[in-house]
């Protein structure tokens, strides 16, 4: 099915290259060298173009891991369970399929050998943002000059993203140390005061070390259990949970919203639970046991267990979304934002 040129220069690409990535839109192989240089061959098919990808990139199987048929299927379960082995690394960017570069990029095995590699290899296909997203979760990776290229890469592209999961999880690994500059992390939280998505991955990374962009200030209240809230950093997570949750509309905003928040003011009393008022009548259960007749107490120790559970089952129901969210769980909001306002009083 290959013409006999083609299957002759990709031979001599697997032979002389480190690393392989197909272009399917270009209809070109490229190969990476050892010392860094580009190779490329410019495909000349006479048939479907598909097919002829389907036929080059069985060859690569076939020669790179003496694998007849394709990609081997059990890989595809596991590219992002993190189960492949070290051994196979190297031999896997070298197939062009995209799919065991995600293998590599999520393995466990994961080193810096290969990391150069797997970003290269990742370069303008349709899962660069997906394999850039899974890199930035290694510490190493954050550490390293190919982290940088990868945040820059993600940045980038963050205005063209949809997915509102997506939006949150790479904003919490762009936050990661240096990754990018402050200038960069401002605007984001600039965005983030009309696009709370963005807000979300701040609240997850960056608790302590929040933008006080509006002079907040500590409440000195000398009362034990208001201390987790009563700090500057206290007060601006506060405030911030606060505006995201006036403007949700989205179920995965509202999740990792309460998650955090449930954690960050989180007491070894308080047990997370399904139903509002079960969590009402816990704080103020709590907040008798301990003598602390105060209502700030309480709604500290309300938000305390605070957790996606509140709205998980209703949403699902009721399949909720945009402002049909806030309408609908207005009895669960209603109380934490009631709280939300007391602790930020001065």
């Known amino acids: ?54 036929a080059v990139q069985k060859l690569l199987v076939n020669q790179v891991l003496g694998s007849m048929g394709g990609y081997p299927s059990y890989l ?19 197939i062009g399929n995209i799919e065991a570069v995600v293998a590599v990029a999520n393995s466990k095995n994961l080193n810096e050998e290969v990391l150069d590699l797997v970003w290269w290899c990742a370069t303008n296909t349709d899962q660069q943002a997906e394999i850039g997203r899974f890199l930035l979760t290694r510490d190493f990776v954050v550490q390293h000059d190919v982290g940088k290229q990868i945040a820059d890469y993600l940045l980038e592209f963050l205005p063209f993203t949809d997915d509102t999961t997506q939006l949150i999880d790479t904003t919490n690994l762009l936050l990661q140390d240096d990754l990018i500059s402050q200038e960069a992390k401002d605007r984001l939280w600039k965005q983030g005061m009309r696009k709370t998505a963005f807000l979300v991955g701040f609240i997850e990374r960056m608790k302590g070390n929040l933008p006080n962009n509006d002079n907040t200030v500590a409440l000195s209240l000398g009362k034990k259990e208001l201390d ?78 605070v957790n996606e559970r509140l709205a998980v089952s209703t949403i699902s129901a009721h399949s909720l979304a945009g402002s049909a969210i806030r309408k609908k769980l207005s009895n669960v909001l209603n109380p934490i934002q ?7 009083a001065p």
Request: charged share 25%; glycine share 6%.
């Open 76 to 94: 595809k379960r596991w590219s992002r369970m993190g189960q492949v082995s070290s051994n196979n690394l190297g031999s896997l960017l070298k």
């Open 228 to 305: 987790c809230v009563n700090t500057e950093q206290g007060q601006i997570m506060l405030k911030t949970i606060s505006h995201i949750l006036k403007k949700i509309n989205q179920e995965h905003v509202l999740y990792r919203t309460l998650e955090v928040l449930g954690a960050c003011l989180s007491h070894p009393m308080i047990q997370p639970l399904d139903q509002i008022e079960d969590l009402q009548n816990q704080a103020q259960s709590v907040s008798e046991t301990l003598g602390l007749d105060d209502e700030k107490i309480k709604a500290r120790l309300l938000l305390a267990g």
């Open 338 to 344: 009631d709280a939300l306002k007391l602790l930020t």
């Open 1 to 54: 099915m290959l013409t006999p040129e083609d299957t002759l220069r990709l031979n001599v690409l697997i032979s002389t290259c480190v690393a392989i990535r197909v272009d399917v839109y270009k209809l070109v192989v490229v190969g990476l060298t050892k010392d860094k240089k580009e190779q490329t061959i410019t495909l000349n098919p006479g048939i479907d173009s598909g097919k002829y990808i389907q």
